[in-house]
């Protein structure tokens, strides 16, 4: 196979454990190579270029930043970048919001190899890549005439805090597992709040629940 063909991939987790997974599970292929890898958001947006990767495997939740933060910085920078989110959160979460935002397709980790590596074929070709399940939630979607739900109006951050709490961690946890500020999320917290006409978190929690926010 030419050098030409083979497709280089740059993958960005966070977990050494899962970029050894990813490695071992491509190293299978004989047209896809591992090109660059990066533990952070931060990284990822440094190193991506160095790699000469066409498809860039991309974890949803980085230690430093959002993910479709550093994929819509990414794609600012190379548009033309296949990237590919990965997640453990549920392809109705934040699936739309990657697409959205530039993403070439989503894929939770559950997901098996063959599926992995069908995508990322699928996205080097530069075709969108979405499961059966999403593709068909997409579908039954297509032609509803429904206003915008409160949460689609917060930003990416705001989103992501808003399911964090929903899923009971407080804000000092969040903050943490972030790598931002108390005072930040707060902030975050505040802001969805106002935008969402909520209250409190118990009324955030409830609404997440109750459009299926969180698992």
Do not use: W
């Not at 000469?52 to 994929?71: F, K, T």
């Amino acid at each position: 196979m030419s050098e030409k063909s083979v497709i280089k991939v740059f993958i960005a987790d966070d977990h050494a454990i899962v970029r050894e997974g990813l490695k071992q599970i491509l190293a299978e292929t004989k047209d896809i190579v591992v090109a660059g890898e990066a533990e952070n958001g931060l990284d990822a947006i440094k190193l991506f270029r160095k790699s000469g990767c066409h498809v860039m495997l991309l974890d949803i939740s980085l230690p430093d930043r959002n993910g479709i933060e550093v994929l819509k910085q990414i794609k600012k920078d190379k548009p033309e970048l296949a990237v590919l989110m990965l997640s453990m959160h549920r392809e109705d979460q934040y699936a739309i919001r990657s697409l959205k935002a530039g993403a070439a397709g989503y894929l939770t980790k559950q997901s098996a190899p063959k599926e992995l590596v069908n995508a990322i074929r699928q996205c080097a070709a530069g075709l969108k890549y979405v499961s059966p399940a999403l593709a068909q939630e997409l579908a039954n979607h297509v032609g509803e005439d429904h206003t915008a739900a409160p949460h689609e109006a917060l930003s990416d951050r705001e989103y992501q805090t808003l399911t964090m709490i929903a899923s009971g961690k407080t804000v000092g946890t969040i903050a943490k597992e972030l790598s931002l500020s108390v005072k930040t999320v707060s902030e975050y917290r505040s802001r969805l709040l106002a935008k969402m006409n909520l209250k409190n978190s118990a009324e955030l929690t409830h609404y997440a629940i109750k459009n299926q926010l969180i698992d």
